[in-house]
């Protein structure tokens, strides 16, 4: 069973527009969730985390909303940007040390 | 940034050799840790490590899996004897402390086959 789940499974979307990337999670233990992304042949990096204490964080052009109650969090870029393709892994952890990460959102901006 | 280096980038190998998967991890940080990742599914925890011992390991973990840290140098799972379903890509990664579950730096993987 999937701890973590993630859709769209790829999304595209045009230079400028926003991108809507959707998570959600069984384990209402999970009480860190960060957001990796990827490039191409270059290691996952943290982008962006949350705490279930907020129902928001903002950094720069990335947010992410987050719903406790229906255990769901998305992440949504804003004026999207070429440079923002990549895969986006959503991830949670209960336990400290161990993340749990989704399958991965594959995104691809176009000019 | 900070990056973890891993060693080698592919290795391919035939069923029952052992392999030993290397890390460097940053320079000043504590904690280390293994994941798996099958090909088209999540990267998945297998171990973790500190002060020279496992902390805590998932059921991926097998006893054929081991890691170490000899003398602060590479941060290394070695599987003896490896099986088919052990080929998946393998990322290191590594956080300066126990507090920062989510502030851990990946290395780039080691796709491992085994024939």
């Known amino acids: 069973q999937q701890q973590v789940r993630q859709s769209p499974q790829s999304l595209t979307v045009w230079e400028g527009e926003t991108a809507i990337l959707n998570c959600s999670y069984e384990?209402?233990?999970?009480?860190?969730f960060p957001w990796y992304w990827q490039f191409p042949r270059e290691s996952p990096a943290l982008l962006i985390a949350?705490?279930?204490?907020?129902n928001k964080k903002e950094d720069g052009r990335f947010t992410i909303f987050f719903n406790k109650r229906e255990k769901k969090l998305s992440l949504h870029i804003t004026d999207s940007q070429p440079g923002d393709s990549a895969t986006y892994f959503c991830?949670?952890?209960?336990?400290?040390?161990?993340?749990?990460f989704g399958r991965g959102t594959r995104l691809q901006v176009y000019a | 940034g900070p990056k973890v280096l891993q060693i080698p980038s592919h290795q391919i190998i035939d069923m029952g050799q052992m392999v030993t998967l290397n890390c460097d991890p940053v320079?000043?940080?504590?904690?280390f840790y293994w994941y798996k990742q099958i090909l088209g599914q999540q990267m998945e925890f297998l171990v973790n490590?500190?002060?020279?011992?496992?902390?805590?390991k998932s059921k991926l973990f097998k006893d054929q899996f081991s890691v170490e840290r000899p003398d602060g140098s590479y941060f290394t799972l070695k599987i003896q004897p490896t099986a088919l379903e052990d080929s998946a890509v393998y990322f290191c990664?590594?956080?300066?402390?126990?507090?920062?579950?989510?502030?851990?730096?990946f290395g780039p993987g080691t796709r491992l086959t085994v024939l």
């Open positions: 320079s000043n940080h504590l904690y």
């Open positions: 384990d209402s233990t999970f009480d860190y």
């Open positions: 490590f500190y002060n020279g011992k496992v902390m805590e």
């Open positions: 991830a949670a952890t209960q336990v400290v040390g161990q993340l749990t």
């Open positions: 990664a590594s956080s300066p402390d126990w507090g920062g579950a989510g502030e851990q730096y």
């Open positions: 949350i705490r279930p204490v907020s």
